[in-house]
């Protein structure tokens, strides 16, 4: 079936319309038009957002208020997160449900999403997150990774899990901190890389280690990535690490990256430092934003809109300029497409035909005040008005 829109404006502010058939782009331009097409009454057309980062399994959207909770440690909240959710009679996949909706309505897509692995809840998560995807299918692209999140080599049982796991399908094989919560970085990472070789699939670590201890990691990372062939495929998420080291050490790390593609993931956070998203973008890497945990027992901080993670962004830099505001952007579009690896991406003929069309003057406007008039078009269709 196709499918045309027209008035609508791209990025650069050309007036455009946009004709789908079979789930694919197949023109775009000032001259597509169709006596039954969708009038986008002027509205910014952005590819769809892609969140990279989030956590689905753990999320209480649509419970009672959960109120936030403060520890000194990571173990700490990782104990206070098992309280939360073992009290909790809700299926995870109706909890994970209720904010698809809402990141569906947002304008996103696609999305990567840890699961937790853990020999309490054994590979239910799993289970519940396979149905999930499975109920969403039609609507958005779920990828997985499997997240050791009480730690890989000091929960015995976690590597049988998570090679279960990937063994189930999930895409991508996780860590944890290999030093600070394993304390074991190479036991970790040589499990990690070589079951991801084994089985042919990609590698997402959180890495929270701060300073050197952090960034002698990302090395590690970039020498198993190298060793291991996985170049293109592997993904750090946070890396807090590398907005502490001097510039010449940041210099060759990001030199490594990009020739690696090892992309980095930030939920920008305000209270830490963070990677300089825009001297690591100009050297060539991969960096997008993502959500991190949305309303869950860590925080019942985040609502599940990538134009508002990808303003968090720019906010946390004080960009302020055009193009300070379209990188921004790019996190959550372009650059996150890119980190999980996904296939044509972007408005161009034969690329997928998911796009978002906002209400606004232009991607400025669109970023700093996150207008709620948004209309998806999932695989060329329009979707009802949220
Ligand atoms: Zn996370």
Known sequence: MTTTFTNLRDIDGNAIGIRCAGGRIEALGPDVTAPDAFDGAGRLVL???VEPHVHLDK?????????????????????????VLTANTTPPEDRAGRLLARMLAYGTTAIRSHIDVAPDMGLTH????????ETWADRIDLQFVAFPQQGLLCRPGTTDLVRAAIEMGVETVGGLDPAGIDGDPDGQLRFVFDLAVEKGVGVDIHLHDKGDLGAWQVERIADYTEASGLAGRVMI???????????????????????????????????????????????????????DGIRDAWSP??????????????YRFDWNT?????RALGCATHQAARAIGLADYGLHPGGRADFVMIACDGPGDALCRRPADRRVVRRGQLLPAA
């Open 47 to 49: 590819p769809a957002f």
């Open 59 to 83: 999320t209480l959207w649509g419970e009672g208020w959960q109120p936030g909770y403060r520890a000194g440690k990571l173990r700490d909240y990782i104990e206070n997160e098992r309280r």
């Open 126 to 133: 799993v289970e519940a997150m396979f149905r999930l995807r």
């Open 237 to 291: 998420s946070h890396a807090y690490c590398l907005g502490m080291i001097p510039e010449a050490r940041l210099a060759r790390i990001g030199r490594r990256l990009a020739d690696l593609g090892i992309s980095l993931m930030t939920s920008a956070p305000a209270d830490t430092a963070v990677p300089p998203v825009e001297a690591l973008t100009a050297m060539g890497v991969t960096v997008c934003c993502g959500s």
């Open 301 to 314: 901080l985040g609502n599940g809109d990538m134009l508002e993670r990808a303003f968090l962004t720019a």
């Open 322 to 326: 055009d193009e300070d505001l379209r």
